[in-house]
């Protein structure tokens, strides 16, 4: 059978799972990530939305390059980087206006990979965000 480029081999899942269940974090930084991990189901659960942020932002990058094609890696390495430039406390102007060309490349990357029902409403509001930015101001929770 036919694997797709961007999906990962399920006894390397074992290797990830494996690798996420010993991540530690310093008090505070985020949940025990590592307790959310089932390694029957090869699944994650309890998460909450920080810990998705700190998958998303600082994790996936790490793991997931020795398991995917270098053409697929390095869009999905530059939307993590995307999404950690977008949720700092302060971005310039000129930050925003290179972020907002920056996401439109990496989606044009992403049609090269994924199939075209990927692309729904949500992928594509990520080319918006950088205008919302500009236009509201970054948003925290204290």
Not at 5 to 34: C, E, H
Not at 120 to 133: A, G
Request: charged share 20%.
């Amino acid at each position: 059978m036919h694997q797709t480029p961007y999906t990962v081999k399920p006894d390397q899942k074992n290797l990830i799972f494996r690798w996420m269940s010993y991540v530690k974090y310093p008090s505070g930084y985020a949940g025990n990530i590592a307790q959310c991990v089932n390694f029957r189901d090869n699944k994650m659960y309890g998460l909450k939305s920080h810990d998705c942020h700190i998958l998303l932002q600082r994790l996936f990058p790490v793991f997931i390059r020795p398991f995917l094609p270098r053409q697929v890696v390095e869009p999905l390495v530059a939307l993590a980087r995307f999404f950690q430039k977008l949720c700092t406390r302060e971005v310039s102007r000129c930050d925003l206006r290179k972020m907002q060309e920056d996401i439109i490349y990496i989606m044009y990357k992403f049609e090269r990979i994924f199939p075209p029902n990927f692309f729904d409403i949500m992928p594509h509001l990520m080319i918006h965000l950088p205008e919302q930015l500009l236009l509201t101001g970054p948003v925290h929770y204290t």
